[in-house]
């Protein structure tokens, strides 16, 4: 009987029995485990949520389409404080529209991706339709009428 290592196997490399996942920081077989873990150590980049320009390009520049989003809902919140409310908050909500657009049309488009692309543009969508809607439904002098309001609001209170 020999007291050295089988041939083909070497005496540091430990092994592991059972289902493992990927090595543990110190190289060594991990065993998995079907609960998952208290806390995440990793998370996945949302699709799309990829650099909008190369990695070379400054900071700006690579999160283009967020800066204009968050720009020209900057630029209607202004127009909104200084008493431009009807197209200030028609801005607000042209900005998440396009934001919608943005994250349908680009493949990448930095932090403007926060969910899933479907789920980005529904709801920078919807969000922004409210908002442009009610900002026409506004009084005084409303640029929209919708007739059964009136009646649905008379008869509720």
């Given at each position: 009987m020999?007291a050295?290592?089988?041939?083909g196997r ?7 029995k059972g289902?493992?996942?990927?090595p ?12 998952f873990?208290?806390f995440?150590?990793d998370t ?8 909008a320009a190369?990695?070379d390009?400054p900071a700006?520049?690579r999160?283009w389409?967020?800066l204009?989003v ?5 630029l209607?919140l ?9 197209f ?6 042209l ?7 943005l994250r ?12 899933s692309?479907?789920?980005d543009?529904v709801?920078y ?6 908002i ?7 009084q ?11 009646d ?6």
């Open positions: 020999s050295g290592p089988e041939p070497t005496p540091d490399v430990p092994e592991a289902a493992v996942s990927a543990s920081p110190d190289g060594r077989p991990r065993k998995v485990s079907r609960r873990p208290l995440t150590r996945a980049r949302p699709e799309g949520g990829g650099r190369p990695g390009a700006p520049a999160q389409p967020l204009t968050v720009s020209t809902v900057g209607g202004l127009l909104t404080a200084l008493d431009v409310f009807r200030g908050t028609i801005l607000i909500g900005a998440l529209i396009g934001g919608a657009v349908w049309m680009l493949p990448d488009v930095g932090m403007l991706a926060v969910r692309r479907f789920t543009m709801t969508g919807v969000l922004g339709g409210a442009v809607l009610l900002a026409l439904m506004a005084p002098e409303p640029v929209l009428e919708i007739p059964f309001l009136d649905t609001l008379h008869y509720t209170i």
